[in-house]
């Protein structure tokens, strides 16, 4: 439970910096998807407690073994576990579940347990990246239509651009937004998408397929 506490709160820690980090930025008006890589840094982060403890208590254990053979008692349960799942009695006679105390459960389940906290976070990183982008993928926003326009045309336009979208503040607003966030350019008074925004178009067209939404054209 330490490992899976630890890590709860590295997760929450670092979800209260990028909110923190990407309303900064928004009410500067930059808009970026670098602030998710502040769960990049609390991977990191949580690797190294994990692995720090980790080493810090096997080095503990082996400078000074438990008493009354618990090392041998873990043994005892890991071979009495076998024997049950394979129905062969182990040597020496039966192994009985009333043999297994609560302190030798819990010393052979630990051994398990500190590299699952990290997969409980990388876990908890996924579910919140699809929470929040779930809504955004299941609708071809304006966005996400330029670029894949801009893709398949190679450069358009603003007229051209314009054709496709009855609100011209809209689009407007759009191509300025691609723009500072580096996803397009402007080329000879017609926009094509940068390799960023390409990037982008392929992410969302997989997620899409993924999930089994329509693509678009």
């Known amino acids: 439970m330490l490992y899976l506490a630890l890590n709860l709160f590295i997760f929450v820690v670092c979800s209260i910096l990028h909110i923190g980090i990407h309303r900064f930025f928004a009410k500067r ?3 970026t998807l670098k602030t998710a890589f502040i769960f990049i840094l609390g991977l990191i982060v949580s690797i190294y407690i994990t692995t720090s403890l ?7 254990f082996r400078a000074d073994p438990p008493a009354g053979g618990a090392v041998e008692e873990s043994s005892r349960v890991l071979w009495w576990k076998i024997s049950r799942l394979s129905g062969i009695p182990p040597d020496g006679g039966d192994l009985h579940s009333s043999d297994v105390t609560s302190d030798s459960v819990g010393m052979t389940w630990n051994v398990s347990i500190p590299y699952s906290g990290i997969i409980f976070y990388i876990l908890m990183v996924g579910v919140l990246i699809i929470f929040y982008t779930t809504p955004s993928f299941s609708n071809i926003s304006p966005s996400t239509m330029i670029l894949r326009l801009l893709k ?4 358009m336009s603003y007229q051209k651009l314009s054709g496709y979208f009855s609100d011209e503040s809209l689009i407007n607003l759009r191509l300025k937004d691609l723009h500072q966030d580096g996803l397009i350019f402007l080329e000879k008074d017609k926009f094509k998408v940068t390799p960023k925004g390409n990037r982008i178009v392929k992410t969302i067209d997989f997620y899409r397929k993924l999930f089994g939404w329509s693509v678009g054209g």
Not at 152 to 155: E, Q, S, T
């Open 29 to 31: 008006g930059i808009f």
């Open 152 to 155: 398949k045309n190679g450069k």
């Open 54 to 60: 980790t080493l810090t208590n096997s080095m503990s």
